[in-house]
């Protein structure tokens, strides 16, 4: 594809996915309501969430957070073994934001991808080894930030690097 920008002419390729059947977390849709791990001890949370230091975005399941009838942001990401080493930065984003505003508007959930366990070893980074809230959403990549409306109805969702002032700036209509 070629642009032109008054004398000047610029010149750029891209690459899309193609798949066959639906997208996982269609705008407009409903959000998968799917329990995930519960911790709020920096120890339980170590045994469902690979980064260092762990995040507070486990305190209530995903389930319960789109049935709560608040906004609900949710990042599907690995920080330790994500596929495209973008997963943690995500989730430090909407930690950023999550810090920032609390879950008294709104609930901030991180669905880990691969589950550390009581031993803290993560398995294997397979499409067997994924969480079943990540099997459930139907990604086959990471990292996903997706938001939900009161309702649990999906109003935005992001593949890959995304900054905290975008998460706020789609968050905001909703609240």
Known sequence: MTVAAGSRRFAGTGAL???SGATPAQLGSKAIRVPTPVATSVAKIKEICTRTPVCDMHYASLEDALSSGKPT???FATPLLCSTRTCGPVVDEQLLVFEG???GQANFIHVEEFLPGKDLQPPPATAENLSPAFKAWGFDTDPWLVIAD???VIRFRCLG????AEIQRALEPLL
């Open 17 to 19: 996915q193609a798949i």
């Open 73 to 75: 942001v949710i990042s």
């Open 101 to 103: 505003s609390g879950s």
């Open 150 to 152: 009161k309702n649990g």
């Open 161 to 164: 690097v995304i900054a905290a």
